[in-house]
């Protein structure tokens, strides 16, 4: 092995308590420590990646520069350190179990039976150590799901195994729940201790514990946290509920979560960490007077973790110009001509999500319409851009049957459309144009104002494109393509001329939106909405 170390971010009692969040905030820390470190995170499920999964099972699909469609944890991992991830970052079982599978068809295991020890996890062994190789400090680690759980004991044992393997490299961090009886008014201890035995009946011993808790810890319950799971006293730390995510590094530094885990490895721990701009920024995503209200219209909208990215998107970028945005999200199918101007009226713009299939595209179309007529600045993404090209098509252009065949196969009018050389390919996974293409903005384009260059590099994630045969009608009407990729010809981004603020991407800006490096679309959609005053609006 290299002179890398290996953090382990494990978790107990119950799923969702923020794994990712703090892992993604240790990292934050030790980066600005001045140490090489990335983030990787291993899912349990037997899909080979998110890609094809319905975001109601797992939330937002977040989708790396190289095309690697990854769990979504791996959003806050960039957005919190500013360091791209990539395939490498997010391994699932099924990958796991593919490969071991591949390589005994292909006789590499010379006949012998193939089994969860050793074969299973000496593969979960090999993809933790292949970003190791990069020469990183740490290499922290989180595994997906719950110590218990069926699905994660290889992922335990390949831990077990590996720290039986080196010498002082390896350390655990388990993350648990303390929750609060109001009844007894209590923290109780007593599910911590449970996970912790469940751990180390898999042969695990966590090094740090990191508690979960609506409430502070008080001496008494970190000492008999400490007592009952063998780990010093010094090793319990608070997590404690916060106003913002963003805040969670803050909160572990003031408990040295660092400074502990650098202390395990006997590193010496010296100098400190200068986290003023990570504070102001902090501080305005809680503070900030200034508010606007944005309408976020989509189909997922029952599950805000499906447009993770997007509302992250707009609290960096609402930092960035101080001012707070105000998201509401709206069910696309509940909206439509005859009540959108009632559902729409407050909203200073409004945003039409990305995803795939028909449910819901008209009542998308509906909300592009109202902000088209109404003069509201209007961001679509991926999808929400094709509405608003479908849109234009039917209402200004007056081709009324106009659709992406998507949607429907047979329109007369394919506005959107299959690329033709993907129309012949089955595979979902192999179906679409995925990670980072390049763009050229129009110098002309309210875009340009914000990204300040006229070759820009974002990440993608569809099938459907802008039918370029009908380009030259819709520039004729108003509707212009000010983005486009130089390689293929496609069209990225389209604008209305005689609208205050109204732009369509074919990409995700989401995707590489990070606190201290807002995302231009977002600032410059913002900033459009910050205009339009409470005065505007009586006078529409």
């Not at 199918?333 to 595209?361: C, M, T």
């Not at 234009?392 to 009324?400: C, S």
Request: proline residues 4%; hydrophobic residues 35%.
């Amino acid at each position: 092995m290299t002179n890398t170390r290996y953090i382990f971010i494990t978790g107990g009692v119950t799923s969702s308590l923020g794994k990712g969040i703090i892992s993604s905030s240790l990292a934050k820390l030790l980066l600005g420590r001045g140490f090489k470190v990335t983030i990787q995170k291993f899912d349990p499920y037997i899909n080979v990646d998110p890609g094809t999964l319905n975001p109601y099972e797992h939330g937002e699909c977040f989708v790396t520069d190289d095309g690697a469609e990854t769990d979504l944890d791996l959003g806050h991992y960039e957005r919190f350190t500013d360091v791209r991830t990539s395939q490498a970052n997010n391994v699932t079982t099924g990958r796991i179990y593919q490969t071991v599978i591949n390589k005994e068809r292909h006789g590499d295991y010379l006949g012998k039976t193939v089994q969860v020890i050793p074969h299973i996890t000496d593969e979960i062994k090999r993809r933790i150590k292949l970003l190791g190789k990069d020469d990183y400090d740490f290499v922290i680690t989180e595994i997906g799901g719950t110590v218990g759980d069926i699905e994660s004991f290889p992922y335990i044992e390949a831990i077990r195994q590996m720290r039986w393997d080196t010498d002082g490299k390896i350390i655990v961090i388990h993350l648990t729940l303390v929750p609060y009886l109001a009844t007894s008014k209590e923290l109780k201890t007593k599910p911590t201790q449970h996970s912790v035995k469940l751990l180390l009946e898999n042969g695990v011993q966590p090094d740090i514990l990191v508690l979960r808790t609506e409430k502070s810890l008080t001496s008494d319950v970190r000492e008999k946290v400490a007592k009952f799971c063998n780990v010093s006293i010094n090793s319990v730390i608070e997590s404690i509920d916060a106003k913002t995510i963003y805040e969670v590094p803050l909160l572990m530094q003031k408990e040295k979560l660092d400074e502990v885990v650098l202390k395990k490895f006997n590193i010496p721990v010296e100098g400190g960490i200068d986290l003023k701009q990570w504070e102001t920024i902090v501080s305005k995503i809680k503070n900030s007077d200034c508010s606007v209200k944005i309408a976020l219209v989509g189909k997922y909208v029952e599950l805000p973790d499906a447009y993770k990215s997007i509302n992250e998107s707009l609290i960096h970028a609402g930092a960035g110009i101080d001012c707070k945005p105000n998201i509401t999200f709206l069910h696309s199918e509940k909206i439509s001509d005859q009540n959108s101007y009632e559902i729409l009226k407050e909203y200073d713009g409004i945003i039409v999500a990305p995803g795939f299939g028909h449910r819901g595209i008209e009542g998308k179309i509906s909300a592009i319409k109202y902000a088209r007529e109404n003069n509201i600045p209007f961001l679509g993404i991926c999808l929400g851009m094709q509405c608003a090209v479908i849109e234009f098509a039917r209402n200004v252009m007056n081709l009324k049957d106009a659709n992406s065949t998507e949607i429907h196969q047979n329109t007369a009018n394919p506005v959107i459309d299959l690329m033709e050389e993907q129309k012949n390919i089955i595979d979902l996974g192999g179906s679409m144009r995925l990670g980072a293409y390049r763009c050229k903005i129009d110098k002309h384009s309210k875009l340009f104002e914000e990204y300040k260059k006229s070759d820009i590099s974002e990440r993608h994630r569809h099938r459907y494109e802008f039918n370029d045969k009908y380009l030259k009608a819709f520039e004729e009407k108003g509707m212009i393509a000010t983005g486009i990729n130089p390689e293929s010809n496609l069209v990225e981004i389209i604008e209305i001329k005689n609208h205050k603020w109204f732009t369509g991407v074919q990409f995700h800006p989401e995707y590489k939106s990070t606190v201290l490096n807002p995302h231009p679309v977002f600032i410059s959609f913002l900033k459009a909405c910050n205009l339009i005053n409470y005065k505007d609006k009586k006078e529409r």
